[in-house]
């Protein structure tokens, strides 16, 4: 099966969602996870996540085909963890607010940014001024490391609220460890986000028939080499982009 029919939620962007999702875009541009031209392309900035099983489902993507309630509730699954954890770590957590609290302020700002619409009020101004007054001491190598891993055991243990779509648990990966390395680079602390495997490279499907003269010659070298390879071209004929580029333009 290369198709799945996903449900799908009404989405809308919120106060956050918009700009991570465009910080997210250039940074995998620049990682050769997504094509240069991935700013225009609907299936990686809509809000709702492709059917075909063979595209990742990009983080923003997720409310679409989960909804509220299983984000609320892998939330719910992480704080109970952490107001069961260590004091020198639910103690920080304790002094903002109690359990139902941190449930409603992360899930509000995770709905915020998967696509769920305008929640998380304040938006990064409000993030920022949380993690650096009442966060700080957790923000550092041991205490990141903890929320890491109570998080990852969280995910593990939620398979039953991410439906049987495997791109669901790979695509918040993708979401936490953007964060975390965000964090990272903002409070200089080692970026250790062992999630699980994260989105891989976007295979476009690409049809030169249908491309101009300058599209084809703006494809990556390995986007020429993957479309050439699956109509059956021997790309080792091909010994430059620019042979590739002739040849696609012979198709």
Known sequence: MTNVDLPKFPTRHGYMSEK??????AGAIEKGLLPSDAHRLAEVVSLTAPGDLSKPI????????????????????????????????RSVFERVGGLGHHINTQA??????????????????????????????????????????????????????????????????????????????????????V?????????????FMRMTAEAIEALSSQELSDALAQMGVDVSQCPSKQAMVSKALMV
Not at 142 to 147: D, F, L, Y
Not at 159 to 184: E, G, I, P
Not at 195 to 207: D, E, S, V, Y
């Open 195 to 207: 999630f699980g495997c994260t989105n891989g490279p976007l295979k476009r499907q690409i049809n």
């Open 108 to 193: 509000s700002m995770w709905i915020d940014v998967l696509g769920g619409g305008p929640y998380y009020h304040g938006a990064e101004f409000r993030l920022s001024f949380h993690h650096t007054h009442n966060a700080m001491a957790l923000m550092n190598d041991k205490g990141a490391a903890r929320w890491v891993t109570l998080m990852r055991e969280t995910l593990d243990d939620s398979a039953d609220l991410m439906t049987d779509d495997l791109r669901v648990r790979t695509s918040f990966n993708t979401f936490l460890a953007y964060f975390m390395t965000k964090y990272a680079d903002e409070f200089a602390f080692e970026d250790r986000h």
């Open 58 to 89: 990009q983080f923003w993507q997720l409310y679409s085909a989960l909804g509220q309630d299983p984000i609320v509730g892998i939330v719910q699954r992480f704080y109970e963890r952490v107001f069961a954890d260590e004091p020198w770590f």
């Open 20 to 25: 991570i999702q465009h910080s997210y875009i």
